[in-house]
Structure formats: C-alpha cells, structure tokens
C-alpha cells in the first residue's frame, strides 16, 4: 500500500547513493520535482535510467549526482543540445559518465522484461547498426521455433522508479491520461516507486486511461506542478520558454552552478523553488 | 496582421520551406507514416493538408492518427494526444505498430548521411572520444529497419553528406548491393533523401544513392560540391516543380509564420 507521505521524505527513504533510478516520463509528466530533490539531497554516483534524458536530467548530471547513464535519446527537445550531458561525455567535465545506449524499441523492450518478471526481452533491432558494438547489453538471439536471429536484451530492475502522474485517490490508486510513456513499465520494473502527483481526488478521473495500483508503489507525494516544465494534461501546458531559456543556462558551466545554488540548493521544497521561479519572470520582465 | 495574406506571395519560398515541400509530395494519401520531430513532422503535416488527407501519423510518443494544428516542439506535445485517434503505450508503439509492420514509411532526419542512406545521430568522430555528442538512437533504428520505406531529409552539406558515417545509428542501403537484405531487415529501406538542393533515390541495383532532380534556382554542381562523395548523376536531372502559392500558403500557415 502506497504511503502518502512529503516528497523530501519519499526520496530519502527511498534512495540511496549508488543506487540505480529511472524517472520516466516521455516528454509528459517528467518527475522534475523528483529530480530536484534528488540533487537537494546530494545523493552521489548514482545509475540513472530514462530513454528521453532532457533537462531534468542535464540537471542531475550537472549537479554530479550520476556516474552512469542508461538511455536512447538525450537532448533539450525542440532546442538542441544538453550541455552538461555532452560535457560529461565528450570532456569528462566536470567528472566523467558511463554510458550504457540503446534504442527506444531497446529500451522499452527492456522495462517491459523488467515488469513481467523476465531476465531479458526480445525484439527486431540494432541489426547493422554500431550500437552493439559499444553495448554489452544487445546480443542476438536464435528464436528456439523458427531459428531467426533475434536481438535480447536484459530486464532493466532499477532501485527505484519514480513517474509524475495526474492523480491519485485516497487509497493510494494512481491515475494518468494523455501520453503514456512507459510509466506503467518503470514501476512496475523497479524495486522500490515513487509517484508525484498533482491532486489527490476522491475517485479517479474517467480519463484515467492507466491506473496503477496502491499496492504496487512505496510513496506518493502531492506535489502541484511537479511535471514543471514539462506538461501534465489536462492540468498544465510546457513551458516552451523554460526549455529555451535552458540553452543558455547549460551552456556555461558557472551559470549552470549558481542556478543549482540558487534555485535547488537555495530553496527548501518544490513550492519555494516554483514561487522563486515565478518572482525571477517577475523581475525579467520588468528590468 | 491584416497585410500578411496579400504579402505573403511576394515572400520566394526560403530553401527549407522548398525541401519541406518536395518532401510532402513524396507521400502519398493514405500513408501511415512514423514521423521524426523537426522538418519530417513539418512535411508530414503539410502533405496531410494538401493532398494526403487521409495519412496516418504516428510519432514515438504513442500517439497514432494525430493532425497537430501547429509544429510540435516535442515529440510528445500534448496536442498530438489531443488530436489523435488513440494514444497507446511507448513500448506498444514500437512493437504492436512499427515491429509488426503496420507502418509505411518512416520519415526521418540525421546528423549525417552517406552514400548508401545510413544516418547517424549519435556521435561525430569517435565513439569513446567524440567531437561531438548527438542525441542518439530515439526511435530511429527500429523505424529505419521496420518502416515499408524510409525517406530521408536533411540539409545538403558535405559535413552532412560523407562518405561513410562516423556511426551507423539507422540503416539504410548498408554496405550496398543485397548487403541491407542479407541482415533480415523487413522494411525496404530509403526510397529517397530531399535536401535543400535536390532529390536523391538510391540505384535499384546497387544502392547508391543518386542526384535525380534539383530545386529550381540550384545547379546539379551544388549539390556535387556539396557532397562528400563522388555524387553520380542521374542521365537525365529532372527539376523540380516550383512550390505552389497553395503550398508555400499552407506550411506558412501550418509554422505559423502567416502571421508574421
């Protein structure tokens, strides 16, 4: 049964450094609160698992909480590059990052293995692509029926999966619509959940198209806005300005750090760093 | 504004509003296309406005029949789910969709092309060492191996168009010749490459791809010199059809720059 407790508190109880995390959310729903109180909390070498590393994790990587990543698309989508993620990769700056790479297909193969109990999943993929030969885990496989070549790959089983959602109900039942992502998968792959939600309800929306069971995850927090800038539907709309307004920021190294500082680091909860958010728009917009 | 609709045709098309064009034409109506965000999600959605009613597209995100009103800027912008006939799992997408071959054609950009269609979007110069960090995979390999047909745009430039990649992160004709077929791959691989200069459509026999048509205003050597290759020529170079008032009208109006 889901405990509906803080998120500073489902976080701390919940992870450990060098623990492995994945928070999910295909470009709806991304868990950024989450992820801020990851770096708030100054957990270290982490493996962080997600197929769409964006800015959330650009900030998780900047702020030296990673030591590897496991991932198939990593960009700032719309806007272009991830800065502290390609300097990691292409300069070990500040520190280096492992890289584990894979495809969408790859990756969604593997958390479906991973939700169904199964060591590996199977699919047609990465044939005649360099991906297998930088990452162990692609293999081919001979199906035992028809002798095709197929391509494995291993059950991702993070530490602990954490998703945003629109609801939950006073049981602890979570309910989300709009685009899915694989944020059924990645609770139900991990070890231990977490889910942010914008609102608990009396009883879940009719629009609620997945609807994850309490009994299935650890800790549920409310946390309004907690998909911040991403989108939560029917809730919220991105904020486009925020991801371009991101470039710059991930660009220079000392700008990204006095904005973990001031914006992570200096504030308490999601709520302060929101409110901090709004009053900086404030000023920018009339100096 | 008031004044944009009469200014509007005194604006010549800018070379990437005539690739988009040349790119929407290539599909047909009815096609269920896999689209890439950035210019194929453009075309796609411009060929659904003019001729192709009734395509199909799907983008990554899980949303399958969508007709976005504006560009998305993400793969998984909330108005694709607003306006598609459903919106199904990330690894459903990818399996019950693409896998099984339900999908046409797969309409995708890259960083870089060589000769025979292979794409990379995953890093220039050395894997371990790179210059540059792409994004990476996304759901490219599988489209470009799955997808019936691939078409391809990108910007014609030799540090796009090389001879090899640095990384195959998609397939294309492979190594050339029956090479793509003898890895097992199911779709039939690119059926042509739009640039900002010309058509490209891969010999039937060997792979390669070949200069079968340029853009009005632009020279078969452009887009020699602007490959990185020893390009081979089509013997006979078609151009292009000049882009229609009614297509440069309705990409304007789809990108929002009508209102400019």
């Known amino acids: 049964m889901a405990e509906l407790t803080t998120l500073a508190d489902a976080v701390a109880a919940n992870i450990h450094s060098g623990d492995t995390v994945a928070l999910e959310g295909f470009t709806h729903l991304i868990p950024f609160a989450a992820g801020h109180e990851i770096i708030r909390q100054r957990f270290r070498d982490l493996t962080l ?43 070990a700056y500040p520190h280096a990052l492992e890289i584990e790479e894979h495809s969408h297909a790859g990756m969604a193969a593997r958390y479906v293995a991973g939700a169904s109990g199964l060591p590996f999943g199977v699919l047609r993929g990465y044939v005649g692509t360099n991906l297998p030969d930088h990452t162990s885990t692609i293999m081919p496989i001979e199906c035992p029926f028809t002798g095709e070549t197929l391509t494995a790959v291993p059950a991702l089983t993070p530490d602990v999966g954490i998703i945003h ?45 997945v609807v994850i069971p309490s009994w299935v995850i650890n800790a549920i927090a409310v946390v309004p806005r907690g998909a911040h800038p991403s989108y939560a539907h029917g809730y919220y709309a991105r904020d486009n300005d925020f991801y371009q307004d991101w470039e710059a920021i991930s660009r220079d190294i000392e700008v990204f750090n006095s904005w973990i500082e001031t914006n992570i680091h200096g504030t308490e909860t999601y709520a302060d760093y929101l409110q901090l958010l709004a009053d900086q728009v404030k000023v920018a917009i009339s100096t | 504004m008031t004044l944009a609709e009469p200014m509007l045709d005194l604006q010549a098309p800018t070379s990437d509003e005539i690739m988009t064009i040349c790119a929407a034409r290539e599909m047909p109506n009815g096609t269920v296309c896999f689209v890439g965000i950035g210019l194929p999600s453009i075309a796609a959605n411009l060929a659904r406005r003019m001729h192709a009613p009734d395509a199909v597209l799907i983008y990554e995100s899980g949303t399958i029949g969508a007709k976005p009103t504006r560009p998305p800027l993400s793969i998984g912008d909330g108005e694709l789910a607003d306006t598609a006939d459903c919106v199904v799992s990330v690894p459903e997408i990818f399996s019950y969709w693409l896998q099984a071959g339900r999908v046409d054609v797969g309409f995708l950009g890259a960083a870089q092309i060589d000769k025979y269609g292979n794409l990379n979007t995953t890093v220039v110069g050395e894997y371990d060492h790179p210059k540059v960090r792409l994004p990476g995979a996304g759901g490219a390999p599988e489209i470009a191996a799955s997808a019936k047909e691939t078409y391809i745009m990108l910007r014609h430039n030799k540090r796009a ?90 990409l304007r109006k789809f990108v929002g720059r009508d209102s400019a």
């Open chain 2, 161 to 250: 168009f090389v001879e090899s990649v640095d990384f195959i992160t998609s397939v294309g004709n492979f190594h050339g010749n029956d090479s793509r077929n003898d890895l097992g791959l199911r779709g039939n691989g690119p059926q042509v490459v739009i640039t900002d200069i010309g058509i490209m459509r891969p010999d039937s026999v060997t792979g390669e791809l070949i200069l079968t048509a340029i853009h009005p205003g632009r020279t078969v050597q452009e887009a020699i010199d602007a490959t990185g290759w020893s390009l081979r020529v089509a013997p006979e170079v078609q151009e292009t059809a000049a882009p229609t008032t009614e297509e440069i009208s309705q």
């Open chain 1, 165 to 209: 959602a629109q609801q939950a109900d006073e049981a602890g039942n979570v309910g989300l619509w709009g685009i899915q992502g694989v944020q059924k998968e990645v609770v139900l792959s991990s070890r231990r959940s977490i889910v942010t939600v914008e609102e608990i309800v009396p009883s879940l929306s009719s629009k609620a198209t």
């Open chain 1, 49 to 91: 698992v997600r197929m769409t590393p964006d800015v959330i994790y650009d900030q998780l990587i900047g702020a030296g909480t990673a030591k590897k990543l496991i991932f198939s698309w990593g960009g700032n989508p719309g806007v272009g590059s991830l800065h502290r993620f390609r300097d990691s990769v292409e300069n």
